[in-house]
């Protein structure tokens, strides 16, 4: 049975112009490819009410499905509903929807704000649609159809989009008879794409049930896992775990786990705790773990240690070795780890000192040069590692961050592997 065609339209000038990055997109293709719709088209438009009206009656011609995200606001600037009213209903005046009327009231007193009387635009709906209501904000959606294609108008805020789309518009397009799909997202981190395809091995080829592909993103490539018809769930959970061990340790995690998570969950299941010392990062790594709520049980703080002054006054690191070695060196940044410990006196302890750039690069040392050093007060010592990061400053100290909280859960968990970026 042929799927039924999708298309997706994305309503912004700041879209159109690049200001602003169009990840709804992919948000929208990816959930409605999984309940069995095929995806045939992306187009994105200015805030121009005839291009809107254009686009909608174009795809809606070609497809079972649209949904368009944007152009909803109170402005006169937000353009999608009088297009979709020109489409639908010939532009005949708009009506007040009582409800849409009444959640935009009840959000505003809710918030102890006034509702400035713009605001009422939201509340307005072509005669012949229907609105889909917002629980997190003051910009109803709208469901219409044109011809024989059910169209879906939805606000841009990925907060408020998602959750419309995932109560609302999925139930009512799922094709009937489409098979149950069940998907795992596996984490990993310290490996390139293509080598992790190597050790997935055959579970990646072409056709294979439950299918099996990678994503990259932010220096951390996913295994995707997508099973579909009878016994799914179990399906895909079973091969999630065959594919965590088939690329272990650089596993980390499956679904809403970070680095920061995995490695915070590690402290916690041995009683330790933890503390950083950042050089070049800046207070990255810190700010990664304390990203995760309820973190503070393990997570005890510590220190940005930019200059050597601070790395010897805040940590102890002698004023010799920085002249003998340099601040970007396996010394400094054991003697970093080593004092964090004693200074906190918690059990395990991250350095990060290294040259992110674009200047500071000195013979031998290139930029991104980062030495990361993890130690483990309970076994009285630790180990520095070399790495030389690619890319601009804002990737470099990223990827260093992301490489020492790797680092430090492998050393709890007794693993080891060598990461992509390592150098001699």
């Keep these: ?166 109560s609302d518009v999925l139930p009512a397009v799922r094709p009937a008879g489409a098979p149950a799909i069940a998907k795992r997202t596996v984490g990993t981190f310290g490996i390139g794409e293509s080598a992790l395809a190597e050790m ?20 951390v490539v996913s295994v995707q896992v997508v099973a579909r018809g009878a016994d799914a769930a179990r399906r895909v959970a079973a091969e999630a775990a065959e594919c965590r061990a088939a690329v272990r340790p650089y596993d980390f995690g499956e679904e809403d786990d970070t680095l920061a998570s995995a490695l915070l969950a590690e402290c916690r299941a041995r009683g330790r705790t933890l503390v950083v010392a950042e050089s070049c990062t800046g207070g990255l790594v810190g700010g990664m773990l304390t990203a995760v709520a309820g973190s503070s049980d393990v997570f005890a703080g510590g220190w940005i240690t930019y200059s050597n002054e601070m790395k010897s006054r805040e940590v102890g690191v002698d004023a010799a070795l920085l002249a003998a070695h340099g601040a970007v060196s396996a010394e400094v940044a054991l003697a970093m780890a080593a004092g964090a410990c004693r200074a906190s006196g918690a059990g395990v302890s991250i350095a990060i000192t290294g040259i992110a750039g674009p200047g500071g690069a000195v013979p031998g040392k290139p930029v991104g040069t980062v030495w990361i050093a993890v130690h483990d007060a309970a076994a009285g010592g630790g180990r520095a590692r070399r790495f030389e990061f690619p890319g601009p400053r804002d990737i470099i100290r990223d990827r260093a961050a992301k490489t020492a909280l790797q680092l430090a859960r492998w050393m709890l968990r007794g693993e080891d592997a060598s990461i992509i970026w390592e150098r001699a």
């Excluded at 719709?37 to 070609?62: F, P, Q």
């Excluded at 009387?117 to 509340?123: D, K, V």
């Excluded at 072409?206 to 099996?212: C, I, L, N």
Aim: glycine fraction near 10%; charged fraction near 25%.
């Design 200 to 219: 997935l091995g055959t579970r990646m080829a072409r056709g294979r049930e439950p299918a099996v592909g990678t994503t990259a993103s932010g220096s």
């Design 1 to 166: 049975m042929t799927a039924p065609r999708a298309a997706i339209l994305s309503v912004g000038d700041e879209l159109v112009l690049g200001t602003t990055l169009d990840t709804n997109s992919r948000t929208l293709s990816l959930a409605l490819r999984d309940i069995g719709l095929d995806v045939v088209e992306h187009r994105t438009v200015a805030d121009d009410r005839g291009a809107i009206a254009a686009a909608l009656r174009d795809l809606a011609a070609r497809s079972a499905v649209v949904v368009s995200t944007g152009g909803l606001g109170p402005t006169d600037d937000d353009l999608t509903r009088d297009a979709l009213n020109d489409v639908i209903d010939g532009g005949a005046a708009q009506v007040e929807d009582p409800v849409a009327r009444a959640d935009l009231e009840a959000w505003f007193a809710g918030r102890g704000r006034a509702m400035a009387a713009i605001n009422l635009r939201q509340a307005l709906r072509p005669r012949s649609a229907r609105i889909v209501r917002n629980p997190g904000g003051t910009a109803p959606g709208l469901a219409a159809t044109v011809g024989a294609c059910r169209v879906f108008c939805l606000p841009g805020p990925p907060r408020e989009m998602i959750p419309m789309l995932e």
